[in-house]
């Protein structure tokens, strides 16, 4: 069975909405693991804020839910990429 071919830009702005990119490739394990990972960070992130401990490393934990949400919109727009039929 020939996979069906995806567009590469409608996956990476599907992907805005963190999982949703890859949902529409079909790869619905990876899109939850983008949900789960993303707002887990930023929830823990949100917990880490209020101590003493978000506040002497500010800036390094916004990087990281930032990083993998960058990270997933450019995963979904390469999946995308790859799924399309080898030109001759």
């Known amino acids: 069975m020939a996979m069906q071919r995806k567009n590469p830009w409608a996956a990476a702005a599907l992907a805005i909405i963190p999982g949703c990119g890859h949902f529409y490739l079909g790869h619905n394990l990876k899109g939850f693991g983008f949900i789960v990972g993303i707002v887990g960070f930023q929830l823990f992130d949100l917990g880490l804020d209020a101590t ?37």
């Open 52 to 88: 003493v401990i978000g506040l002497s490393l500010g800036v390094p934990l916004e990087l990281g839910p930032g990083a993998l949400y960058v990270f997933s919109i450019v995963d979904a727009y390469r999946i995308a990429k790859h799924m399309e039929p080898a030109r001759a």
